[in-house]
C-alpha cells in the first residue's frame, strides 16, 4: 500500500507511522505540544528559536505537498526551555483544507500525528475574515467556539463526542492572562475556497459568528475526539465580505500576517510554558 492509501484506509494507523517517524527522524521520542502554522502564521515561529529537526512534510506518511501560497509544508521540532524544563514543540508549518478536495482525512492527518507523537495539547493558529465589526485587521482573537457550516465530521460512526469544551477554557484564561487585550470569538467554517457573499456573512452574524475561515474546525474536533486539549488562535487579516465595501484579496491576508508574526510568536513563545 503507498502512503496515500493507508492515510484513506486507515488513518490512525497512517497517523501511528507518521508519529514513528517524525520520533525516528528528529531523534525525539515524544513531543508535549503541537502547533499548526496557518496562512501569515510561519512568521510567528521564528520567536520559538532555531529548530532541532526540519523535514518536508511530504516525505512523512500521509502528508501531501502544500497547495496555498504561504504554506510551506515543513513539519520542525522545537525545544523550548523553561528552566531545567525542556518543552518539546511539533510544528506544522502549513496545513491542508476541504477545498482542495482530497476529502477530510488529509485534513486532519497533521493533528492525529501530533497526538500519536505524544502531544496533549494542539494550538491551532489560522488567519480569517472579521465578521463581528468591532475587529480590527492585524487583530489576534482567541477562538471560544465554532459553528460549522460544511456538514463534514473527521468522525465517522457512533462517536458521540461532547464538544461543549472544544476550546479549552483552561488555556484560554492562561493566554488573556498573558495578554489582556485579547478578545475571544465564534469561528464559522466555510468551505470555500470561494469567499463568502455579503449576505451569507449577514447570516453567519445573524447565527453568531465573529470570526469566517476555512480551516481549524476540523482539527479541533480530531484532536479533541483523540483526547487532546485545543487552542485554536485566529488572526484576523481581512474585514469578511461586505463589512468595508472592499473586495477580498488573498495578498492582504498574506501582508496582514506577515506584520502580526512576531508580536504572535513571542505570545506564543511566552505561554507554552504556562500551558505545558
Ligand atoms: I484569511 O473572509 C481569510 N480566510 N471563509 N472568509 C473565509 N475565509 C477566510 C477569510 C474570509 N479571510
Given at each position: 500500500m503507498t502512503s496515500t492509501e493507508i492515510l484513506y484506509s486507515d488513518p490512525l494507523k497512517a497517523a501511528t507511522l507518521a508519529a514513528a517517524e517524525i520520533a525516528q527522524a528528529s531523534g525525539i521520542a515524544t513531543h508535549d505540544v503541537a502547533l499548526v502554522m496557518g496562512s501569515g502564521w510561519v512568521g510567528a515561529v521564528d520567536a520559538l528559536g532555531t529548530p532541532t529537526f526540519e523535514c518536508n512534510a511530504e516525505d512523512i506518511?500521509?502528508?501531501?505537498p502544500p497547495a496555498v501560497e504561504g504554506h510551506s509544508g515543513k513539519v520542525r521540532s522545537y525545544e523550548i526551555k523553561d528552566g531545567d524544563r525542556s518543552i518539546r514543540a511539533l510544528v506544522f508549518l502549513g496545513r491542508t483544507h476541504l477545498y482542495e478536495g482530497k476529502g477530510m482525512e488529509p485534513v486532519v492527518h497533521g493533528v492525529r500525528t501530533a497526538v500519536k507523537a505524544g502531544c496533549k495539547v494542539i494550538i491551532l493558529t489560522n488567519a480569517c475574515g472579521g465578521i463581528n465589526t468591532a475587529y480590527r485587521v492585524g487583530q489576534p482573537v482567541l477562538i471560544r467556539d465554532h459553528i460549522s457550516l460544511t456538514a463534514q465530521s473527521p468522525l465517522v460512526g457512533a462517536t458521540f463526542v461532547d464538544l461543549t469544551d472544544l476550546y479549552s477554557k483552561r488555556i484560554r484564561s492562561i493566554m488573556k492572562s498573558a495578554d489582556s487585550s485579547l478578545q475571544e470569538g465564534v469561528y464559522v467554517h466555510w468551505r470555500g475556497p470561494t469567499y463568502e457573499t455579503p449576505a451569507e456573512i449577514h447570516m453567519m452574524r445573524t447565527l453568531g459568528a465573529d470570526l469566517v475561515g476555512m480551516s481549524?474546525?476540523?482539527?479541533?474536533?480530531?484532536?479533541?475526539?483523540?483526547?487532546?486539549?485545543?487552542?485554536?488562535?485566529?488572526?484576523?487579516?481581512?474585514?469578511?465580505?461586505?463589512?468595508?465595501?472592499?473586495?477580498?484579496?488573498?495578498?492582504?491576508?498574506?501582508?496582514?500576517?506577515?506584520?502580526?508574526?512576531?508580536?504572535?510568536?513571542?505570545?506564543?513563545?511566552?505561554?507554552?510554558?504556562?500551558?505545558?
Open positions: 506518511t500521509g502528508f501531501f481549524t474546525v476540523p482539527e479541533a474536533i480530531a484532536a479533541h475526539a483523540l483526547g487532546a486539549e485545543v487552542l485554536g488562535i485566529s488572526l484576523v487579516t481581512n474585514a469578511a465580505a461586505g463589512v468595508t465595501g472592499e473586495k477580498l484579496n488573498h495578498e492582504e491576508v498574506i501582508a496582514a500576517g506577515k506584520a502580526a508574526a512576531s508580536s504572535m510568536g513571542e505570545l506564543l513563545a511566552k505561554t507554552i510554558p504556562q500551558i505545558i
